[in-house]
């Protein structure tokens, strides 16, 4: 359950608790301190709430002055019902537009944090595939901060908002770029050869790492959008992301084009896997702008964005039937 705090012009709350009726929601008023504007505060199950929100923008979006505010819930009483509790269980939930934006706007931004993590990350991930360290690649996949920038960038398409799809793709760039970097940097001083297994086996891809991109897009949007923690699926999305430019970086840095190849081959793949995929879970989950002229936007944005991510993917895919006949 969420609460919804309404702040208007004390005028203006018969709107709001005529739409609380509509929905048949508990809703009462609490007058603000200065007496001319009022806070209606609406109790609001989940499956409703998106559509409660949609029909309060629509009624107050043209006045001077609003403010909806989103209360989540960790417990109530009375406890609900069996019955309750079985209709919850059955209802697929989903945070509202407004929550998963500001979540993931937050998460698209370059700033100090998101550099120093893809600094530590990647020399922790260098340093685990150099040595063949299964548990230090594992321990620079968590602190790894590259979920955020890929899921913003499907999220932006899902509503055609351009100004968070830049963001999310220049922060995608600079964080996948600056690893990149150095790792090409301690590739090209370590002193010593780079056959460890951990790194041979980032120099080709497969179906089955297009597989595991795949569900690493998927698992991390729908974990969002349903509200579940996202470390472990950060963890995997990672696993798609980071040890493929690591070993590209270090491959170019000691001189392995043909390695780098493959390891470049991997990384372009699972970039654009976890990208489709988290596209067509937002679609799934019913992720799309509130009015119509948004929408149609979105639906062109949408289908350019799958037909764009389906068409690189059959690239990809013959360039790596190519390479394994040939090379």
Same mark, same amino acid.
């Given at each position: ?16 608790? /005529? ?39 629509? *009624? ?18 009375? +406890? ?9 269980? +059955? ?9 998963? !934006? ?32 299964? *548990?230090?690649?594992?321990? $620079? ?10 899921? $913003?960038?499907?999220? $932006? ?7 968070? $799809? ?24 370590? @002193? ?51 040890? @493929? ?7 170019? /840095? ?41 929408? +149609? ?7 350019? !964005? ?22």
């Amino acid at each position: 359950m969420r609460i919804i705090d309404v702040i208007t012009d004390c005028g203006h709350t018969d709107t709001v608790q /005529g739409i609380a009726e509509q929905y048949e929601l508990d809703a009462w008023v609490i007058p603000a301190q200065d007496e001319q504007r009022c806070i209606t505060r609406l109790l609001v199950r989940l499956d409703k709430q998106q559509a409660v929100l949609d029909a309060l923008q629509g *009624a107050l979006g043209k006045l001077d002055f609003f403010r909806i505010l989103l209360i989540p819930l960790d417990g109530a009483l009375p +406890r609900p019902s069996k019955e309750e509790i079985e209709v919850d269980k +059955r209802r697929a939930k989903t945070l509202s537009r407004e929550e998963l !934006y500001q979540e993931i706007s937050n998460a698209s931004e370059i700033n100090n944090n998101f550099l120093f993590m893809v600094v530590l990350s990647t020399i922790v991930a260098a340093i685990g595939l150099l040595e063949n360290n299964v *548990a230090v690649i594992i321990g $620079a996949m968590v602190i790894a901060p590259l979920l955020g920038p890929n899921i $913003a960038l499907s999220f $932006a398409t899902a509503l055609g908002d351009r100004d968070l $799809a830049w963001s999310a793709l220049r922060t995608n760039l600079a964080g996948l770029g600056l690893a990149l970097l150095i790792s090409l940097v301690i590739g090209f001083f370590w @002193p010593y050869s780079l056959d460890t297994p951990e790194l041979i086996s980032r120099t080709d891809v497969g179906l089955d790492g297009i597989v595991l991109a795949l569900a690493s897009g998927a698992a991390a949007v729908l974990s969002l959008a349903s509200g579940y923690s996202m470390s472990l699926v950060g963890v995997m999305v990672a696993v798609a992301l980071l040890p @493929p430019t690591a070993t590209l970086g270090l491959m170019l /840095g000691a001189g392995q084009y043909q390695n780098a190849l493959g390891a470049g081959l991997l990384l372009a793949v699972n970039v654009v896997c976890v990208n489709l995929s988290g596209k067509l879970v937002f679609l799934l989950k019913g992720i799309k702008p509130r009015t119509w002229l948004e929408k +149609r936007k979105a639906r062109q944005s949408m289908k350019t !964005y799958v037909i764009f991510w389906l068409v690189v993917l059959v690239v990809l895919i013959i360039v790596m039937q190519v390479r394994t006949t040939y090379l």
